[in-house]
């Protein structure tokens, strides 16, 4: 699949001087879902708004489906669907029409039947006659969900879509991106969740200080950075590490009770054969054994720190 | 022209009027009804004519007037700045719409409104006054070129406006002074040489006096003048806008 959406150069300092993006470069191919991980103020909305013409770049050039986002806003913004990071909603109005105003200011033809399945798949059918501020909080990022599809866009951006949404409605969420997905719509959502991020994207970008530091393959990423610990519990509590243990990286913890080993999975030897050789030559007996692969928001922390160092 | 999405704004800010027709519509009737007792009646009394139409009837276009110029800024204003300062017009700037198709949706939206609330005044008019309209087809124009005029000048204030108290300040400190000095309740005539020239300066005394002339055929300046000056007051919201949406100005940062 083609790329759909092209970042070139993209930069973004706002009127007091703070620069929040600094020269990203990204290509979005059709039909992924991309994660933008990064902490608070990393500038993830600030490059989402810019892509959808919230915010004016101060350099660089985006493309969405080959339109520039400038010169040809309109075929670019056509393709685009936003959910914002902020609840906000028109309050006064009615589900229903609020819906189907969103697909009329994007200038598709009325369709009833579409805005009733865009309803539907957000279990809002219901509620299509309440007004907006008789919706709980869950229900009015739905709103915004929904109003985002109504008019059919190939590229939906979800800034921190799950954010104060309950377990089982963030699974809906899920759900409701991988139907999305599957139906060929290309997924940008940003988040503080590692675990989602590392659930639901097929790659994952990481945003710090206004720089895109990486973007990898979600598994490629877990498997090149990931590292994995060996838990040994003892049977026995020791007071010092036995010499045949002392060419390897362990630690003692727990009293004597535990020893781990971090390990490089992806490594040529990870040196577990041989460790647990030791192990049994130094006459310890073993109680349990466990590995720990790392997960994103280890990796995730370690790229923020090494950044900040 | 994308039509669909005028269209689509254009009835949703409807529907938001019509959901409060009621308030909106009894004020001005109310406050109008006010004018015709306080200044009809009691100065009326003592001003038989204004050049040989009867006080009472005289004052009726520059109520009109008064209202629509009143209503035309705080609906535009409004109607902008609400999604502004609740956040839905994220929505408006990420869609595939240019600034003429805003302004059209909003301000069209915000002068029928306020033509609407004129012509109710107009009708509630004839219950004290006998009037007699010359040129009605002047008349409506006047009617639309002030009402969509000042809704452009609206549409401006709320997107300046940064909150409440500024939105309302135009109007109030404003918009009203302009349209009692503008000659609504008096004839330029009956003022003193200075002042007079002053009055000149007033925008809104070349509506006034177009759109009386359209009812009794008089007028303080000449018609043309007053078309003119409407034609340049309306290019010049229009200039505004159309830079305002070209830098971003209060709207993209
Ligand atoms: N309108 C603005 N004017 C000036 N600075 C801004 C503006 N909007 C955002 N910023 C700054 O730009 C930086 C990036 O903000 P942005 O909202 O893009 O972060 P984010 O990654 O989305 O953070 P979060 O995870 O908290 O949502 C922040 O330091 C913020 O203060
Ligand atoms: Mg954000």
């Known amino acids: 699949m083609g790329a759909i959406i092209e970042i070139k150069g993209l930069s973004k300092t706002y009127d007091g001087g703070f620069t929040a993006l600094k020269s990203v470069d990204l290509t979005i191919e059709e039909g992924e879902i991309l994660a933008l991980l990064g902490p608070n103020g990393a500038g993830k909305t600030t490059m989402i708004s810019a892509i959808c013409g919230l915010v004016q770049p101060t350099g660089g050039t985006v493309r969405v489906g080959g339109h520039d986002i400038v010169t040809d806003y309109r075929r670019a913004r056509e393709l685009i669907g936003l959910v914002p990071q902020e609840i906000t909603i028109e309050p006064f109005e ?9 697909r009329g200011v994007f200038g598709k033809k009325r369709d009833d039947a579409r805005i009733e399945e865009v309803l539907r798949s957000l279990s809002l059918w219901d509620k299509r006659n309440s007004k907006n501020n008789e919706l709980s909080g869950g229900m009015r990022r739905r709103v915004l969900i929904a109003k985002a599809l109504s008019h059919d866009p190939r590229v939906l951006f979800l800034d921190e879509p799950t954010a104060g949404v309950d377990v089982t409605l963030r699974k809906d969420m899920w759900n409701l991106v991988r139907q999305l997905r599957a139906s060929g719509v290309t997924i940008i959502l940003t988040t503080h969740y590692i675990e989602e991020a590392e659930e639901m994207a097929d790659r994952i970008g990481v945003i710090d200080r206004g720089e895109l530091m990486l973007v990898q393959e979600k ?50 030897r990870t040196g577990i054969t041989r460790l647990i050789a030791a192990i049994a030559e130094a006459g310890l007996v073993l109680s349990d054994v466990s590995t720990r692969q790392s997960s994103l928001e280890d990796v995730f922390l370690r790229l923020v720190e090494e950044h900040g160092a | 022209m994308n039509w669909r999405s005028i269209k689509a704004i254009y009835v949703f800010e409807m529907t938001r009027t019509f959901r409060t027709i009621l308030q909106s519509i009894v004020s001005p009737v109310l406050s109008t009804i006010l004018y015709f007792v306080v200044f009809g009646a009691a100065i009326g009394g003592r001003i038989e004519s204004v050049e040989g ?17 009143q209503q035309s800024v705080t609906n535009a204003s409004f109607g902008i700045y609400f999604p502004k300062f609740i956040g839905t017009i994220y929505e408006l700037l990420s869609a595939p719409v240019n600034f003429i198709e805003i302004v059209i949706g909003y301000v069209g939206a915000a002068a029928t409104k306020s033509i609407m609330i004129a012509v109710i005044i107009l009708a509630t008019s004839t219950f004290f006054v006998d009037l007699r309209i010359e040129h009605p087809v002047w008349m409506v124009a006047f009617l639309l070129l002030t009402g ?13 406006a940064k909150n409440f108290e500024q939105l309302q300040l135009v109007p109030l400190l404003i918009i009203t002074p302009l349209v009692f000095l503008g000659g609504s309740f008096y004839s330029v005539s009956m ?23 359209s009812f009794y055929g008089i007028s303080d300046v000449p018609i043309a003048v007053s078309l003119a000056a409407v034609a340049l007051f309306m290019a010049a919201c229009l200039g505004v806008i159309w830079w305002i949406f070209r830098s971003g100005w209060r709207l993209r940062p």
Request: glycine share 10%.
């Open chain 1, 94 to 102: 009615t589900v229903g029409n609020t819906v189907a105003f969103s």
């Open chain 1, 219 to 268: 598994s490629q990423m877990l498997s090149q950075l990931g590292q994995k610990e060996l838990h040994v519990e003892l049977a026995e509590p020791i007071s010092e590490l036995p010499p045949a243990l002392a060419p390897f990286d362990v630690t003692l913890g727990n009293g004597g009770h535990h020893l781990s080993y971090r390990f490089d999975r992806s490594a040529e």
């Open chain 2, 148 to 160: 969509i005029s000042f809704a452009l000048l609206g549409f401006i204030i709320g997107i300046w």
């Open chain 2, 53 to 69: 139409v009867s006080y009472g009837a005289f004052i009726v276009p520059g109520l009109i007037m008064l209202t629509l110029l």
């Open chain 2, 191 to 213: 003022l003193p040489e200075g002042w007079r020239t002053v009055t000149f300066f007033n925008p809104v005394l070349y509506l006034i006096s177009g759109f009386r002339w």
